[in-house]
């Protein structure tokens, strides 16, 4: 037999190897020429990769008709082929090192002018990210291939390239590689050339590469500073009292400022040989685990983290530089402290910013194969030896490029690619080439070649039971412990966030985690009529896909702060506030390494949100961890519920942090509300048309609903168990959904049992409940009135065994769309339930309907304004319905009802009714994180027990 088969080129199944790259090094900043090559380039999409034109890198192939794309791009999102989401699968057919035919190639150009002085000198041609493989030719001469799609390669362009000429510059982009199977992220899959590509000469005698080492030493305060480079290389630092030093020898700096994420001191460092300086930021810090605890500069260390995909609803993977800088602020002012850079080095630009504001990172490598669970782990690539230089060499990479950022803490293996062979020897390799860093990795359970025990998703208790030291095997017990996924941010939600705080508080080897994630992968689309939204998988016609579960970050796709984010800020606030019960204030310090100079305690008290008095608290300067109680001002008592409120603010701009951040807030309430009595001694009148009246109110008889307030058309509270179901409730191993829809809580009827007058008080008995079943709720109805308002207390008995809880349990009423701004006393600014209601405040707050909804990319519940006391709905002219909580109801009000909501799949869906539908409930069940991880507490489930809500309603005219 003869084989005719030409097959795929060899270097797209060679075990993810690089061709012809030079070897890693350090990303600085070099005053070597420097090329950017970014701009507008030659593009041609091959779908069908046979179709792919020969010879497209001779200098002079005609490009005059391809398309242009930016340089750097994800293509897909320049209209070229499609986005595709899958969380673990593989896309393709799970069959190493092989790809299908199906393999589009996206073929780039790009032709630019070198300076004729740049004859005779070496240059490097560097790509910080092609994803998946490129092969790359400068003036037809191939340079080489690059694979590791988030990692930087670098090739010799010396003999190619022709100074003082037009150069042309070729690479084609396959979308599949066998590097794909080391990248099976949960994240769109975006080919293209991404990062920059740049031309640098590399002068003879220059600093090919150079390694910081910048120690301090909390007893003495001093700071050591050690730089590989090459032999002659000189340092200059003149804050550090360095001019033209010699490198090779290490520089003891008495009183150097430390670097922490807290306080980023960073000093200037210049790297010279003859030919060439390269500029460094150098912050003195040393990372260390002693005792079992985390430390640095000798501090436990509590990380308040986020994981961060580089993700932008427009571009892919491309985000622009100010997007980033904005976007590293926003986590700085919501007390972000860490970020876990999941799951791939980062643009090096935001290593740049983090040591720049204070982050602690853990610098991941580009490496998942998790798609291999799906077979068993079978052929695993992290286990097979073939695989072992693709592994090593993405861990020298990343290590090469970022070891003189001194906010990476933690070097981290990569993300569920089980274990193996090739993970230990990563391990190693990183510990020898920088002893200055710990090693993480999650899937190695039993810790056999990490210095962190590190988990994702573990609830509460066992977090606890961690903490305890109760976990069983030795190994764990002795390492550090952090979550480096919790809190699964999908959709409303998460719930349980203070509660894992106070564990991190608790427990000194509970050292924080990192919530998943800070960003939803939502991509901005327009519907026919111009109407935006954000798409998820499937919506680009994936024959795969794992739908909206791209979709759960602590911001929107376009950055905007979800909810959860505000919740976040209050739990990871740096200055705790308690109320001892005493009149006193306990405040805590919560920086590890920081005092609170510069903080002011502001106080203020508020009568039904007026506020009736204000001041600013001594509070004496508290060290790193300390902590002190004050006593309160001596407060006035007006006649109304009150509220004393502090606020510890920034007096000055800090890094990220502008003068007046909160850092922390609490309140405490001085007097109640005086009760507000029901209203009562109107009689229930039958009227010559067949309806009842009492007071303002007039119902109809058949089914015993009102129909009327004054001259308002206030269509019927009823019982609603009902809300459009949250992630947390779809997703899951169990869903709750499932088991709600089952039993038809989606579908409740009524049915009026019994309409009687008893006293003043009409009275309605219904009975609620699903087709098809024998569960039910009984709810009583008790409507008492005076001339102005009417008044509700409403008693709710389940019938039968009912083995679910309920989502909701409270009133839906309807009034006219009009009545479309909202002004309540309670819970806000934001929405919140029962497990996650940090960030609230009791104060007045006014909102639209519209401002009340919160747009989650895929709809579900949300908007609850919790332990509303009074709110009004009024309509432009000033008219409309005031509720009264008996005391309080949870509140939302909307332009759709929740089977509007459930059914809804873009937010372009929900189109507003003529009416707008009020909840008032009791309670909802709690948000939890069950899309992925543990569901609400047991104190927050929503137990199908009897329950009363009262409340009264009066039309304002
Ligand atoms: C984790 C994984 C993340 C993400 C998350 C769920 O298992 O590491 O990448 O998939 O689950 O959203």
Redesign the pocket.
């Known amino acids: 037999m003869t084989t005719l088969m030409a097959g795929t080129p060899a270097y797209l199944t060679d075990f993810g190897r690089c061709v012809g790259a030079l070897p890693p090094r350090a990303a600085v900043r070099t005053d070597a020429p420097t090329l950017e090559l970014t701009g507008t380039w030659r593009f041609l999409l091959s779908p069908d990769p046979t179709r792919a034109p020969d010879g497209f890198w001779a200098p002079d192939f005609d490009d005059a008709h391809w398309a242009q794309l930016p340089v750097p791009s994800s293509w897909p999102m320049h209209g070229h082929g499609a986005p595709a989401y899958t ?1 673990i699968r593989y896309p393709f057919p799970v069959d190493p090192p092989y790809l299908p035919a199906e393999n589009p190639i996206g073929d780039h150009r790009v032709t630019f002018g070198v300076p004729a002085q740049w004859a005779g000198q070496r240059a490097v041609l560097r790509f910080d990210g092609v994803d998946s493989c490129g092969r790359v030719w400068l003036n037809g001469v191939e340079l080489g291939v690059t694979q590791g799609s988030r990692l930087p390669v670098e090739f010799d362009a010396t003999a190619a390239l022709r100074p003082g000429e037009h150069n042309v510059l070729a690479v084609r982009v396959h979308q599949w590689s066998a590097g794909s199977y080391l990248e099976d ?2 994240m769109w899959w975006l080919p293209g050339i991404f990062r920059p590509v740049t031309l640098q000469l590399r002068p003879a005698g220059g600093i090919a590469d150079v390694f910081v080492h910048a120690g301090f030493d909390h007893r003495t305060g001093t700071g050591t500073l050690r730089v590989q480079a090459p032999p002659g290389a000189r340092l200059t630092a003149p804050e550090l009292g360095l001019r033209d030093a010699p490198a090779d020898s290490p520089h003891a700096i008495p009183g150097v400022r430390p670097w922490s994420a807290e306080s980023p001191a960073l000093y200037d460092l210049a790297v010279s040989t003859a030919t060439e300086t390269a500029r460094l930021r150098v912050g003195f810090r040393t990372v260390a685990i002693v005792d079992g605890l985390l430390t640095v500069n000798g501090r436990r260390i509590q990380l308040r983290g986020v994981n961060r995909h580089e993700f932008h609803p427009d571009l892919g993977r491309v985000v622009p530089a100010e997007v980033v800088r904005a976007e590293l602020e926003l986590m700085k002012r919501h007390h972000v402290n860490a970020i876990r850079t ?2 791939y080095p980062p643009h090096p630009q935001v290593l740049e910013l983090a040591d720049e504001l204070g982050f602690w990172l853990i610098d991941e490598c580009d490496l998942e194969t998790h798609g291999f669970s799906e077979v068993g782990w079978r052929g695993n690539p992290a286990d097979d030896p073939r695989w072992r230089d693709a592994c090593l060499d993405r861990m020298r990479r990343m290590v090469e490029r970022d070891k003189n950022h001194p906010c990476v803490i933690l070097w981290s293996l990569g ?2 690619a089980g274990t193996g062979a090739n993970l230990a020897a990563m391990a190693d390799w990183a510990r020898s080439r920088d002893p200055g860093r710990p090693i993480h990795y999650e899937g190695d359970g039993d810790c056999r070649y990490v210095d962190v025990y590190s988990r ?1 998703y573990a609830s509460p208790e066992e977090v606890e039971a961690i903490g305890r030291g109760e976990n069983p095997d030795q190994a764990r017990r002795a390492l550090p412990f952090i979550l480096c ?1 919790y809190a ?1 941010a ?1 959709g409303n939600g998460p719930g349980r966030l203070a509660e894992y705080e106070r564990l991190f508080d608790t427990y000194p080897r509970c050292q924080g985690g990192f919530v ?2 800070w960003i939803d992968h939502g991509i901005r689309r327009r519907t026919a009529d111009g109407r935006e939204y954000f798409a998820y998988g499937g919506d680009f016609g994936e024959s795969l896909h794992d739908g909206n ?1 791209v979709i ?1 970050g602590l911001v929107f796709p376009d950055r905007t702060p979800s909810p959860a984010l505000a919740e976040l800020a209050a739990v990871y606030a740096p200055v705790r506030l308690e109320f001892t019960g005493d009149g006193r204030l306990r405040v805590s310090n919560r920086y590890a390494l920081r005092d609170l100079a510069g903080v002011r305690f502001d106080w203020q008290c508020a009568a039904e949100g007026e506020p009736v008095a204000h001041g600013v608290l001594a509070v004496p300067e508290l060290a790193a961890g300390a902590a002190t109680t004050v006593p309160l001002p001596p407060l006035p008592e007006p006649p109304a519920e009150t509220w004393f409120t502090v606020t510890a603010t920034t007096v000055a701009d800090g890094p990220g942090l502008p003068a007046g951040s909160v850092l922390g807030l609490a309140q405490t309430q001085v007097r109640p509300a005086p009760p507000a009595p029901r209203p009562a001694g109107a009689r229930v009148r039958r009227e010559a048309d067949g309806l009842l009246r009492l007071g303002p109110a007039v119902f109809e008889p058949r089914y015993g609903r009102l129909v009327r307030l004054g001259e308002l058309e206030v269509a019927g509270p009823r019982l609603d168990v009902w809300r459009a179901p949250i992630d947390n409730d779809r997703l899951g191993p169990d869903p709750l959904e499932r088991r709600w829809r089952a039993l038809g809580l989606d579908r409740m009827t009524h049915r009026l049992r019994e309409l009687a007058i008893d006293g003043d008080e009409l009275v309605s008995v219904t009975r609620v409940a699903p087709a098809g079943g024998d569960l039910a709720l009984l709810v009583t109805c008790r409507w008492s009135a005076d001339a102005d308002s009417l008044g509700l207390t409403a008693t709710v008995v389940p019938l039968g065994e009912w083995s679910v809880p309920l989502p909701r349990a409270g009133m839906r009423l309807s009034v006219p769309g009009r009545l479309g701004e909202v002004e309540w006393f309670g819970g806000g600014p934001g929405e919140a339930y029962a497990d996650s209601r940090a960030a609230v405040r009791i104060d007045r707050f006014a909102a639209s309907v519209d401002e009340l909804q919160t747009p989650y990319v895929y709809p579900q519940e949300n908007g609850n304004r919790t332990a509303v006391r009074w709110a009004r709905l009024r309509a432009p002219d000033g008219s409309g319905l005031r509720i009264t909580g008996h005391p309080t109801v949870e509140f939302s009000a909307r332009r759709w009802s929740s089977e509007q909501l459930d059914r809804a799949r873009h937010t372009t869906d929900l189109v507003a009714g003529e009416r707008v539908v009020v909840n008032l409930d009791v309670a909802q069940q709690g948000l939890g994180s069950a899309a ?1 991880g543990p569901g609400p507490a047991p104190g927050d489930v929503l137990a199908a027990r009897p329950f009363t809500l009262s409340f009264s309603l009066r039309m304002e005219p």
């Open positions: 969380n992220q949960d999941s799951h993300n569920e994702m996924e699964h999908m998943w994630e579960f759960d992925c």
